[in-house]
Nanobody, 126 residues
Framework: QLQLVESGGGLVQPGGSLRLSCVAT????????IGWFRQAPGKEREGVAC????????YYVDFVKGRFSISRDNAGNTVYLHMNSLKPEDTAVYSC???????????????????WGQGTQVTDSS
């Protein structure tokens, strides 16, 4: 069964940090571009970051630049989202997605991705 499973979410105070994990089963993540997306209650899904399988280039949307970083561990078939300096507005369900094309052709809305995880909740505790 091909699936993505996220973990690492939780309650966090403003200024705190979390590391989200995205683990693949049934396929190898190193052949896919992996994007992280989030959706807050009552809002549209929005992109956060993407890592290419072609050259490991990384891409970030403006509101997370300097605070979040994306990385991959091919041996562990895992992609991480390191989140620092968290803000209340970062509260959302965070999901990862895999695009078989291999490069980050789109990471703002999530169009064209082949597999999606169920998401992990990140909540401001203030």
């Amino acid at each position: 069964q091909l699936q993505l499973v996220e973990s690492g979410g939780g309650l966090v105070q403003p200024g705190g940090s979390l590391r989200l994990s995205c683990v693949a089963t049934g396929f190898f993540l190193d052949y896919y571009a992996i994007g992280w997306f989030r959706q807050a209650p009552g809002k549209e899904r929005e992109g956060v970051a993407c890592i290419s399988s072609v050259d490991d280039n990384t891409y970030y949307v403006d509101f997370v630049k300097g605070r979040f970083s994306i990385s991959r561990d091919n041996a562990g078939n895992t992609v991480y989202l390191h989140m620092n300096s968290l803000k209340p507005e970062d509260t959302a369900v965070y999901s990862c997605a895999a695009d078989a094309i291999g490069y980050c052709r789109e990471y703002v809305q999530g169009d064209g991705y082949d597999y999606w995880g169920q998401g992990t909740q990140v909540t401001d505790s203030s």
